[in-house]
């Protein structure tokens, strides 16, 4: 039986990501756990290499925040930010193509017993419940009126969950718990401005996955986006943002076979991209 590995946080840098696929077994399957795209040196290189992947069936590519913000300025909604490194995808001949390709990839993805993420899961959704709410966005993305999404998807309110929310509304929250939250509180208030480690978050709020009683705690959940915890393992919990973009490293771990079959998994890390901001 083949391996499956979760990949960290590309961000859009080709070199690595060409040079961790050389270093996993040619047999292998990924999973990329979201920001496919954006601050790294070739976001285009990127996204073709992570397409050619997934249309050959080794691979596929979870959604990240930086991946709807490409959606976004595709679409006319959001102008580039000053570190922003998409515009080779908006010159690019197969601009369409990618972006079509981007809008038709899942938000989350789960074999029963482990659960794959770019962010976060609020400690009220169950498994079922997390790829419910996850396939809510992705049917708004695959839809016809998909650019309504994306024009209504900004915002930090609401920031708390409720099974009767509705509409945009709905949508923006599922869409932030999955590909921006690190900090919540206990009853899963969510907090989007704080970047700092396990032990510096904001007064009042702690790190979702430490939430007691969440009710995902029996799944084994992998996850990025959180480059300032590196490489993460707790009990249930695998955190592989290890800041490739910031001269830190991309990494990709072997997904257990279970949701308790955690330990002495494989893990494969290569040098990330030397940015010139970073801190």
Same mark, same amino acid.
């Given at each position: 039986?083949?391996?499956?590995?979760?990949?960290?946080?590309?961000?859009?840098?080709?070199? &690595?990501?060409?040079?961790?696929?050389?270093?996993?077994?040619?047999?292998? @399957?990924?999973? $990329?756990?979201?920001?496919?795209? @954006?601050?790294?040196? +070739? &976001?285009?290189?990127?996204?073709?290499?992570?397409?050619?992947?997934?249309?050959?069936?080794?691979?596929?590519?979870?959604?990240? @925040?930086?991946?709807?913000?490409?959606?976004?300025? +595709?679409?006319?909604?959001? #102008?580039?930010?000053?570190?922003?490194?998409?515009?080779?995808?908006? *010159?690019?001949? +197969?601009?369409?193509?990618?972006?079509?390709?981007?809008?038709?990839?899942?938000?989350?993805?789960?074999?029963?017993?482990?659960?794959?993420?770019?962010?976060?899961?609020?400690?009220?959704?169950?498994?079922?419940?997390?790829?419910?709410?996850?396939?809510?966005?992705? *049917?708004?993305?695959?839809? #016809?009126?998909?650019?309504?999404?994306?024009? %209504?998807?900004?915002?930090?309110?609401? %920031? #708390?969950?409720?099974?009767?929310? *509705?509409? %945009?509304?709905?949508?923006?929250? =599922?869409?932030?718990?999955?590909?921006?939250?690190? $900090?919540?509180?206990?009853?899963? !208030?969510?907090? $989007?401005?704080?970047?700092?480690?396990?032990? @510096?978050?904001?007064?009042?709020?702690?790190?979702? $996955?430490?939430?007691?009683?969440?009710?995902?705690?029996?799944?084994? =959940?992998?996850?990025?986006?959180?480059?300032?915890?590196?490489?993460?393992?707790?009990?249930?919990? =695998?955190?592989?943002?290890?800041?490739?973009?910031?001269?830190?490293?991309? !990494?990709?771990?072997?997904?257990?076979?279970?949701?308790?079959?955690?330990?002495?998994?494989?893990?494969?890390?290569?040098?990330?991209?030397?940015?010139?901001?970073?801190?």
């Amino acid at each position: 039986m083949s391996k499956i590995y979760a990949v960290g946080d590309i961000q859009g840098c080709a070199p &690595s990501l060409k040079t961790l696929v050389k270093r996993l077994p040619k047999k292998s @399957n990924l999973i $990329f756990l979201g920001d496919l795209v @954006n601050r790294g040196p +070739d &976001s285009l290189g990127a996204l073709r290499q992570l397409k050619s992947l997934q249309e050959s069936g080794r691979a596929e590519c979870i959604l990240g @925040n930086h991946d709807l913000h490409l959606l976004a300025i +595709d679409a006319g909604l959001r #102008k580039t930010k000053g570190l922003d490194t998409v515009d080779s995808i908006l *010159k690019a001949p +197969d601009r369409a193509e990618l972006i079509h390709w981007i809008r038709n990839r899942p938000m989350a993805l789960s074999d029963g017993n482990v659960l794959t993420v770019h962010a976060g899961v609020l400690p009220q959704w169950d498994l079922q419940q997390t790829i419910e709410c996850a396939q809510e966005v992705e *049917k708004a993305l695959r839809g #016809k009126s998909y650019k309504n999404f994306l024009a %209504n998807m900004y915002g930090n309110i609401p %920031n #708390k969950w409720s099974n009767s929310l *509705k509409g %945009n509304e709905r949508l923006r929250v =599922i869409t932030n718990a999955l590909t921006r939250m690190r $900090f919540c509180t206990s009853g899963g !208030t969510m907090e $989007f401005e704080s970047k700092e480690g396990l032990e @510096n978050g904001p007064k009042g709020y702690i790190p979702w $996955f430490t939430v007691p009683k969440r009710k995902t705690t029996g799944t084994l =959940i992998y996850f990025g986006h959180w480059s300032t915890l590196g490489l993460l393992r707790r009990h249930n919990v =695998i955190g592989l943002d290890t800041g490739c973009v910031w001269g830190g490293k991309l !990494t990709a771990m072997e997904i257990a076979a279970t949701n308790k079959d955690s330990k002495g998994l494989e893990i494969i890390q290569v040098d990330g991209y030397d940015h010139p901001l970073r801190m």
